[in-house]
T-cell receptor, first 112, second 109 residues
Framework: DVKVTQSSRYLVKRTGEKVFLECVQD?????MFWYRQDPGLGLRLIYF???????EKGDIPEGYSVSREKKERFSLILESASTNQTSMYLC???????????FGPGTRLTVL | AQRVTQPEKLLSVFKGAPVELKCNYS??????LFWYVQYSRQRLQLLLR??SRESIKGFTADLNKGETSFHLKKPFAQEEDSAMYYC???????????FGGGTRLMVKP
């Protein structure tokens, strides 16, 4: 069974803080993704990575950055958190092409 | 640009009634489409994909290229089908999934 884990289920931060969200997968998948999930808007892709140290912007990268130093780990960074970044953040990984994409449990981030 | 539209945010049916969750897409290439489901307090998971042509938990979905649709259907809804359903389109040389806004299905007893 593929396991995708996220470092926190709930996180509360203050405006302006730097925030790190960590994601780890244990199935040697090349592709990893960060989404945010908002009611009525579905899942929107923030960034994805198709290999170590490689990254591509998704649909809403503004205000976010990512890091992939090891194949199994993909980090999402909010350099200076803002209230409009309050959301559920989902990490996912996939082997390649039309293979199943596996999701983590999500991190609910609240920025005060 | 690719887009996935799920016109209904909420669909409420009675147990035993037929269900159809609508999904329309726009994409210039050859589409590969998926349905993902998220049950309460569970993580998002794949329900089915159009290339498999399979039925999962009684659900089916047919790709209609003429109408650019991939509607999800089930003839008799069960209470345990209550969940959030997302339609998704694979693109960017098979690297990216674009999701629709989601439809919450509520099956009433």
């Amino acid at each position: 069974d593929v396991k995708v884990t996220q470092s926190s289920r709930y996180l509360v931060k203050r405006t302006g803080e730097k925030v790190f969200l960590e994601c780890v997968q244990d199935m040697d998948h090349e592709n990893m993704f960060w989404y945010r999930q908002d009611p009525g808007l579905g899942l929107r892709l923030i960034y994805f990575s198709y290999d170590v140290k490689m990254k591509e912007k998704g649909d809403i990268p503004e205000g976010y950055s990512v890091s992939r130093e090891k194949k199994e780990r993909f980090s999402l960074i909010l350099e200076s958190a803002s209230t409009n970044q309050t959301s559920m953040y989902l990490c996912a990984s996939r082997l390649t092409g039309p293979d199943t994409q596996y999701f983590g449990p999500g991190t609910r981030l609240t920025v005060l | 640009a690719q887009r996935v539209t799920q016109p209904e945010k909420l669909l409420s049916v009675f147990k035993g009634a037929p269900v159809e969750l609508k999904c329309n897409y726009s994409y210039s290439g050859s589409p590969e489409l998926f349905w993902y489901v998220q049950y309460s307090r569970q993580r998002l998971q794949l329900l089915l994909r159009h290339i498999s042509r399979e039925s999962i938990k009684g659900f089916t979905a047919d790709l209609n290229k003429g109408e650019t649709s991939f509607h999800l259907k089930k003839p008799f809804a069960q209470e345990e089908d209550s969940a959030m359903y997302y339609c998704a389109l694979l693109h960017n040389a098979g690297n990216m999934l674009t999701f629709g806004g989601g439809t919450r299905l509520m099956v009433k007893p």
